[in-house]
């Protein structure tokens, strides 16, 4: 019996490996070789062996990052590395026009200044924020400094790089270390462990900030069929999340929205991020400032209702230029506030 379920066995795993489920790849997923993926050398199917075990330190092992994996360094605006934007979504020119239609809303973007106050998104060669000189152009270029971790808050979707949070603590700060904003709109946890994986070997810096680490809404997999990662939203507004691995436009699913992001998922993708980003961190002798959601919570709360302290505090109608996000004097106050964290950790005085 066992002779035969060993035969068995055998035949499946064989037709598993020369069968038609299993395809050569010419690139990730199929795909021709682009130039995102800089010319790095054809990589293997993890699962060509179904009963793998775990990561073994061989050069076919695809978490030798960095070499063999170049889809693990996809950030958030990947598509648009080393370009110049005006507008950048969702501060969309289509946007900025219907709020200027609305009375309401334009009045918001006068009392910020936005409706004759232009900037540019400088996007480098690793679809990261910078201040768009040739000398910045790629992250990789240089070691050492802050690396800023965060959401559209860290990237300062809807306000000039230099108004940012970041930006601002960094100047004050840290004016002789490289500032290097690794905000990735839209994403969570997952995707900044996994960018930070991808990097922090290379950039080597001396502290890492993080900001906003979202897990009870934002989680990413990795879309084969479209070789990039999926991130995937959960919108408290909506009250859904929108299944995004075919098309981007399916019916919601209230399925896939409790088993990614009920408490319980959301806990453990939170505990399993929040360890590997600061073990990475000590591994490389990189300092680590992390702000949970919670504290940064308490934190910009305490910067709109702090009326006695005019210098530092935030009117209701602060916003970016999209109307959604931190506008200056948010992105002022947070910089002093996170500063006062940052001279709280046991490391500051060393």
């Keep these: 019996m066992f002779e035969t379920m060993r035969s068995q066995l055998k035949k499946a795993l064989e037709s598993w490996r020369t069968g038609p489920r299993h395809k050569g790849w010419s690139g990730p997923a199929n795909k021709e070789k682009r130039n995102e993926y800089n010319g790095l050398m054809q990589v293997d199917v993890i699962d060509r062996h179904p009963l793998i075990f775990e990561p073994r330190n061989t050069p076919a ?9 170049p889809a693990n360094m996809q950030t958030a605006h990947w598509r648009e590395a080393g370009e110049s934007l005006e507008w950048l979504s969702p501060d969309s020119h289509h946007k900025f026009v219907a709020n200027c239609a609305n009375p309401d809303m334009k009045e918001l973007l006068e009392a910020n200044g936005w409706l004759d106050n232009k900037f ?3 996007i480098n060669e690793d679809g990261l924020r910078y201040d768009g000189s040739s000398s910045e152009s790629s992250v990789m270029e240089s070691q050492g400094g ?3 971790l965060g959401c559209s ?3 300062g979707i809807g306000v000039a790089l230099e108004q940012t949070w970041s930006h601002q603590l960094h100047q004050r700060v840290f004016p002789d270390k490289r500032y290097m904003n690794f905000g990735q709109p839209g994403h969570g946890v997952d995707t900044y462990y996994r960018v930070l994986k991808s990097y922090i070997s290379i950039v080597k810096p001396d502290i890492v900030i993080c900001t906003y680490p979202w897990a009870s809404g934002r989680a990413e997999i990795f879309n084969p069929n479209q070789t990039y990662w999926h991130n995937h939203f959960m ?3 909506v009250g859904h999340m929108q299944i995004t691995m075919t098309d981007g436009h399916s019916e919601p699913d209230a399925f896939t929205r409790m088993s990614q992001f009920s408490p319980e998922p959301s806990m453990i993708r939170y505990m399993k991020n929040h360890d590997a980003i600061k073990c990475l961190c000590q591994e490389n002798d990189a300092h680590l400032l992390w702000l949970n959601i919670q504290q940064m919570s308490e934190l910009v709360s305490e910067t709109r209702t702090n009326l006695h302290d005019p210098g530092r505090f935030v009117p209701e109608w602060d916003f970016g230029r999209d109307c959604m996000h931190h506008g200056p004097k948010g992105h002022e106050a947070m910089s002093y506030k996170i500063e006062e964290e940052l ?3 046991s ?3 060393n």
């Design 146 to 148: 802050v690396l800023y």
């Design 347 to 349: 490391w500051w005085k």
């Design 61 to 69: 092992w695809t978490f030798e990052y960095n070499m063999k994996w």
């Design 343 to 345: 001279k709280k950790c």
């Design 235 to 237: 919108s408290a507004a």
């Design 120 to 122: 540019m998104y400088h």
């Design 153 to 155: 808050i860290t990237f």
